[in-house]
C-alpha cells in the first residue's frame, strides 16, 4: 500500500477518519491479488508435493539398483570359519564352497641375525668393503662400507635400498649391539643370503672358525595345511592370507593349530538377498503411500491432498502399482512371477512381501530368483552371443539372418611362385594409421616361411588387425582383416629403394595381387516382432559387423552378435525383469522430461504468470491510492475552506449585528 507522504490532514475539517476509508477502500481493492497470491500459495503446495515424491522416487531407485542386476545377488556372499585360528573375509570375485583343513604351521619371514659387535650403535667400525642381500633368487641388492660408517649408518643404508627386507640394531648388553635382517615378504622361496667382503666377521657366516656371525634366527618357511585324515593332502602357500582354498574367499591364518579341523564356507547370502528385496519393497510402498496420500481425501482431517484430482499422479501411482506384479514376459522356470517368490499386491494397494516365502525360493535356486528381479535377454544358438535388450518390449523374438558377417580379405590365388628377379621384395601393409614394412627372399623361402616373415613384420609394427596365412595348400598367400564388418579394411603397397636408405611407393609394382583387397561384409538380418496389427511382422535389423539392432519397433534397443559362417534363425527372450520394470516405470517420473519435471513446469510457468499479473495489479493500486489520497485530501481542503469562509461571515455578520446595538 502506498503510504500517506509527508502531508496528509486526515479528516480535520470533515471530522472523517480519511485514512482508515481509503485504507478500507484498498483493501477491497486488493482482493484479486489476494485471490491470486492464494492460487500462487496452493500451486507452491502442489510443487512441495512432487519434491516430496521426488524425494521418495530417488530412495525407491537406489533401492531398484540393488536389485537390478543378476550380479547384484550372486555378488551377496556370506564367508565362515568354524574357528578362530583362522579369520575369513569376501574374496574380490564371488564364488561358493567349503573345505576342511588343520593349519600345520603358519608361513614365517626369514630372520638373520648378526654376530655381536662390541661397539655402540653409533660408533664408526672402521671397515670397509661391500655388504650385500639377496631375496630368494632375486638379484642381491648391496651398500658400499666405509670406515666411518656405523650399525645405524649401514642399517639406513641397507634400508634405503627397498630391497624386500629390512635391517635394524638391537641393544644385547651393555656396549654390544647386533644387526637384524627381517625378510618382508613370507614363504621359503623368500630367504635372505647375506655376502660380505668388509672383513667383519660379524656380517660372515657361523662356522668352526668364526663362532659368533650369522645365525638364522626365524626360517622362511610355507605356511601348511592338511586336508583329510590318514591319507592327507598337504598343501603349502607362502603367504598367511589364501585366497586360492575355498571360492569365494579369503583366508587369513592367525594360529597353527596342528591336527584342529577348521571349516571354511562361502555360500549365497540369503539373509542379504532377502533384506535386499525387502528394501525394495519398503521403497516402493514409501513411494506408493507418499503419492497415495498426496492425491487422496482424508475423511478424519477433513483436507484434501495437494494432488487431489492430478491426473499424472493417479498415473504414476497406477504404474507403480502395476510394475510391481506385473508380468515378466518370459517363462523362467519355476520362479517366473512376483507371486512366485512371495510378492503382491494387497486390495489397499500395498505391495506385500512373504519373506518366509521369498527366502525359500533363494535357498531353492538362488540364481533363478536373481534372474526373476533383472533384465535380461537369451538366445537359443550357441551362435548367437553378447545379447542385450534395455529397452525392448519383454516377449519372444524370432531373428533371421540372411549373411553372415565376413572379413576384408586378399589372396595371390593358387600359384605362389614368387622367384624372378622382377618381383619386388619390398611391401607394406597399412591400417588404421599403422604400417608394417617387410622385405622377403622370394628366390629362397617358401610360402609358409613367407607367411611368418609377414605376420613377425605386423607384430612388431603392432598391428594385430592383419594376419597372414597360406591358402591353397602353401601353394598361395592371403592377408585378412581379424575384423569383421565393411568398416574395418587395409591396404598393400609394393615399395622400391629411395636411394636416402629408406623406401617410397613403387607405382608400377604389384606384390602377387595383394594389393587388391576385397571388402568385408556386415551381417543381414531381421527380427520378427510378433506384432499381429502390423502388415508384415519383420523388422530389418541393423547390421554392423557382426552384430545385429533393431532400429526401432517392438524390439527397438535388441542386439546380438552373429558368430556363425552363414545364414541361421535363432529366437531372443527378453524379460525387463521386476526390477527393470520397475526402473521403467521410474524412467518415465523421472530426470528432465518426465512426467514430475513436466508437471512442475507447468506449476511453475502458472506460478509466474499468476506474479506477473499481481505485480501490474500492484502498480495499479498504487496509482489508484495516490488518486484516493488526492481526492479526499481536495475534499479536506475544500471544507477546510468552506469552514473559513463561514467563520469570516460570521464575524461579519456579528460586528453589523454590534453596530446595530450601538445606533
Do not use: C
Request: charged content about 15%.
Amino acid at each position: 500500500m502506498v503510504s500517506q507522504g509527508l502531508f496528509s490532514i486526515g479528516g480535520i475539517a470533515s471530522g472523517l477518519d480519511t485514512a482508515g476509508m481509503i485504507e478500507q477502500l484498498m483493501a477491497i481493492e486488493r482482493q484479486p491479488i489476494v485471490r491470486m497470491q492464494n492460487t500462487q500459495k496452493q500451486l507452491r503446495s502442489v510443487d512441495s508435493a512432487w519434491q516430496s515424491i521426488n524425494t521418495r522416487l530417488s530412495a525407491l531407485r537406489s533401492a531398484v539398483d540393488a536389485v537390478s542386476q543378476a550380479d547384484k545377488f550372486t555378488s551377496l556372499i556370506a564367508v565362515n570359519s568354524s574357528s578362530a585360528n583362522v579369520a575369513v573375509s569376501k574374496a574380490a570375485t564371488p564364488g561358493t564352497g567349503t573345505l576342511t583343513f588343520s593349519v600345520e604351521r603358519l608361513a614365517t619371514a626369514h630372520q638373520v641375525g648378526s654376530g655381536a659387535f662390541a661397539a655402540t650403535a653409533t660408533q664408526s667400525l672402521g671397515a670397509t668393503g661391500r655388504l650385500e642381500v639377496a631375496v630368494g633368487t632375486g638379484a642381491a641388492v648391496g651398500i658400499d662400507v666405509t670406515a666411518d660408517d656405523s650399525l645405524q649408518t649401514i642399517a639406513g643404508k641397507l634400508n634405503a635400498l627397498k630391497g624386500g627386507f629390512t635391517a635394524s640394531v638391537i641393544k644385547t648388553a651393555e656396549g654390544e649391539h647386533r644387526m637384524v635382517f627381517n625378510g618382508n615378504a613370507t614363504g621359503a622361496a623368500n630367504s635372505l643370503s647375506i655376502t660380505t667382503t668388509t672383513g667383519l666377521s660379524a656380517f660372515m657366516p657361523t662356522d668352526g672358525v668364526n663362532l659368533d656371525g650369522l645365525r638364522t634366527l626365524q626360517t622362511a618357511q610355507d605356511a601348511m595345511l592338511k586336508v583329510g585324515g590318514t591319507n592327507a593332502i598337504e598343501l603349502y602357500r607362502a603367504s598367511n592370507t589364501v585366497d586360492d582354498l575355498v571360492p569365494g574367499a579369503v583366508v587369513n591364518l592367525r594360529q597353527a593349530a596342528p591336527g584342529e579341523q577348521i571349516t571354511v564356507s562361502a555360500s549365497r547370502d540369503t539373509t542379504a538377498a532377502v533384506k535386499a528385496v525387502k528394501d525394495y519393497v519398503n521403497a516402493l510402498n514409501g513411494a506408493i503411500k507418499t503419492v497415495a496420500d498426496l492425491s487422496a481425501y482424508n475423511a478424519e482431517t477433513k483436507t484434501a491432498g495437494s494432488l487431489q484430482g492430478d491426473s499424472t499422479a493417479r498415473r504414476l501411482l497406477s504404474n507403480l502399482r502395476q510394475a510391481a506384479v506385473a508380468p515378466i514376459g518370459v517363462d523362467l522356470g519355476t520362479y517366473s512371477s512376483p507371486a512366485s517368490v512371495g510378492i503382491a499386491v494387497d486390495r489397499h494397494g500395498v505391495v506385500t512381501l512373504d519373506e518366509t516365502k521369498l527366502k525359500a525360493a533363494f535357498d531353492d535356486d538362488f540364481e533363478a530368483v536373481a534372474r526373476l528381479f533383472s533384465p535380461q535377454a537369451t538366445t537359443t544358438s550357441a551362435s548367437a552371443t553378447a545379447v542385450g535388450a534395455s529397452t525392448t518390449r519383454p516377449g519372444v523374438y524370432t531373428v533371421e539372418v540372411t549373411e553372415a558377417a565376413t572379413r576384408a580379405r586378399s589372396v595371390t590365388g593358387a600359384t605362389f611362385s614368387p622367384n624372378t628377379a622382377a618381383e619386388p621384395k619390398t611391401f607394406r601393409i597399412s591400417s588404421g594409421g599403422t604400417h608394417a614394412t617387410v622385405t622377403i627372399d622370394t628366390t629362397n623361402m617358401s610360402a609358409a616361411q613367407v607367411v611368418a616373415a609377414i605376420n613377425e613384420a605386423l607384430d612388431t609394427a603392432k598391428l594385430t588387425t592383419v594376419r597372414a596365412e597360406e591358402t591353397g595348400g602353401g601353394t598361395g598367400i592371403a592377408l585378412q582383416d581379424t575384423r569383421f564388418g565393411s568398416a574395418p579394411t587395409y591396404t598393400v603397397e609394393a615399395m622400391m629403394a629411395d636411394g636416402a636408405g629408406g623406401y617410397v611407393v613403387d607405382p608400377n609394382g604389384s606384390v602377387w595381387g595383394l594389393e587388391t583387397v576385397v571388402a568385408g561384409k556386415d551381417v543381414v538380418g531381421r527380427i520378427k516382432t510378433g506384432d499381429a496389427t502390423s502388415s508384415d511382422p519383420w523388422v530389418a535389423m541393423t547390421g554392423r559387423g557382426q552384430q545385429l539392432s533393431v532400429p526401432d519397433g517392438a524390439a527397438k534397443g535388441a542386439i546380438a552378435t552373429w558368430t556363425g559362417a552363414g545364414p541361421g534363425t535363432f529366437g531372443i527372450d527378453v524379460s525387463r525383469g521386476l526390477a527393470g520394470g520397475l526402473g521403467d516405470a521410474l524412467a518415465l517420473a523421472e530426470g528432465k522430461g518426465g512426467m514430475i519435471a513436466r508437471a512442475r513446469d507447468g506449476i511453475t510457468n502458472q506460478i509466474a504468470v499468476y506474479q506477473t499479473r499481481i505485480d501490474g495489479f500492484e502498480q495499479r493500486l498504487g496509482m489508484r491510492e495516490t488518486t484516493l489520497r488526492r481526492q479526499f485530501t481536495a475534499m479536506e481542503t475544500a471544507l477546510s475552506n468552506m469552514q473559513a469562509q463561514g467563520n469570516w461571515l460570521t464575524s461579519q455578520l456579528s460586528s453589523l449585528n454590534g453596530l446595530s446595538s450601538q445606533r
